[in-house]
Nanobody, 119 residues
Framework: QVQLVESGGGLVQPGGSLRLSCAASGSMFEVYQMHWYRQAPGKQRELITSISNGGSTNYADSVKGRFIISRENAKNTMYLQMDALKPEDTAVYYC?????????????WGQGTQVTVSA
């Protein structure tokens, strides 16, 4: 079984920064595409950024130029550097990953971490 655990959320003032981490743990697995999603109160969960195991990235327009996704494959860890945060970035942030264990490729979710942007 593979687990994804996020950390790094919290309360920050508008214009501030936060760095989220997502660590995959388990045994005998390989992580492929990784993603960050977020879900604001009363809204649907949305994909905001993705990174391949080769390092290719893409971003939603809402975070482009402010957020940077990265990963350390040796540590099976993904990061999200969030700068110039806005109140509308307030949401629960989830990591998501495609993970191969044995012959099976499955999709996993983390438990989520709250990010609140408020003065």
């Amino acid at each position: 079984q593979v687990q994804l655990v996020e950390s790094g959320g919290g309360l920050v003032q508008p214009g501030g920064s936060l760095r989220l981490s997502c660590a995959a743990s388990g045994s005998m697995f390989e992580v492929y595409q990784m993603h960050w999603y977020r879900q604001a109160p009363g809204k649907q969960r949305e994909l905001i950024t993705s990174i391949s195991n080769g390092g290719s990235t893409n971003y939603a327009d809402s975070v482009k130029g402010r957020f940077i996704i990265s990963r350390e494959n040796a540590k099976n860890t993904m990061y999200l550097q969030m700068d110039a945060l806005k109140p509308e970035d307030t949401a629960v942030y989830y990591c998501n990953a495609d993970v191969k264990t044995g012959w099976a490729l499955r999709n996993y979710w983390g438990q989520g971490t709250q990010v609140t942007v408020s003065a």
